[in-house]
T-cell receptor
Framework: GENVEQHPSTLSVQEGDSAVIKCTYSDSASNYFPWYKQELGKRPQLIID?????GEKKDQRIAVTLNKTAKHFSLHITETQPEDSAVYFCAAAWTGTASKLTFGTGTRLQVTL | AAGVIQSPRHLIKEKRETATLKCYPI?????VYWYQQGPGQDPQFLIS???????DKGSIPDRFSAQQFSDYHSELNMSSLELGDSALYFC?????????FGPGTRLTVL
């Protein structure tokens, strides 16, 4: 089955700096890669996703890149703000019917003033 | 916009009791997923349903069962509860590949 590794497990940045979180996946059949933000005790919230026919996607301060050959994808957050502090999960799936998400182990991002 | 609804939000049970968690997907979504998230862990896939039929099964104990009803809501039934079943249980729904999560049910087994 699919295995997703995520690094780093914790990341502390100063407000205004950029943050980068990296994930690798094992199953070459995976072609859908969402990123979720989860605050303590709350639901995972989708912040951005990318499909394997696209190499990069951007939404305001958030961008995701995908390297299919190397089987890795990354989340980039620019101009970080205190409200960006949360746990971020990457995930991988294939775009079939009812395809489950396999999550990475999460990155706790702390944005300090 | 309508979101995924889960009930109850909190549930406290004793060991060996049973629990039933309910999930109401976003209207017109045809797929429901259940995930279990322990403290400090990533969500782990349990089971999914597409058009009321079980589609995939993950690391779900035999003590757990689930179904999706004609109105597309789903229920996760958990029997012979163990201390290790204490976790957040999320339901997610999708129309295609993008999954939207409900607020979760926090189950505490004493």
């Amino acid at each position: 089955g699919e295995n997703v590794e995520q690094h780093p497990s914790t990341l502390s940045v100063q407000e205004g700096d950029s943050a980068v979180i990296k994930c690798t996946y094992s199953d070459s059949a995976s072609n859908y890669f969402p990123w979720y933000k989860q605050e303590l005790g709350k639901r995972p919230q989708l912040i951005i996703d990318i499909r394997s026919n696209v190499g990069e996607k951007k939404d305001q301060r958030i961008a995701v890149t995908l390297n299919k050959t190397a089987k890795h994808f990354s989340l980039h957050i620019t101009e970080t703000q205190p409200e960006d502090s949360a746990v971020y999960f990457c995930a991988a799936a294939w775009t079939g019917t009812a395809s489950k998400l396999t999550f990475g182990t999460g990155t706790r991002l702390q944005v300090t003033l | 916009a309508a979101g995924v609804i889960q009930s109850p939000r909190h549930l406290i049970k004793e060991k060996r009791e049973t629990a039933t968690l309910k999930c109401y997907p976003i209207p017109r979504h045809d797929t429901v997923y259940w995930y279990q998230q322990g403290p400090g862990q990533d969500p782990q896939f349990l089971i999914s349903f597409y058009e009321k039929m079980q589609s995939d099964k993950g690391s779900i104990p035999d003590r757990f069962s689930a179904q999706q009803f004609s109105d597309y809501h789903s229920e996760l039934n958990m029997s012979s509860l163990e201390l290790g079943d204490s976790a957040l249980y999320f339901c997610a729904s999708s129309l295609r590949d993008t999954q939207y999560f409900g607020p979760g049910t926090r189950l505490t087994v004493l």
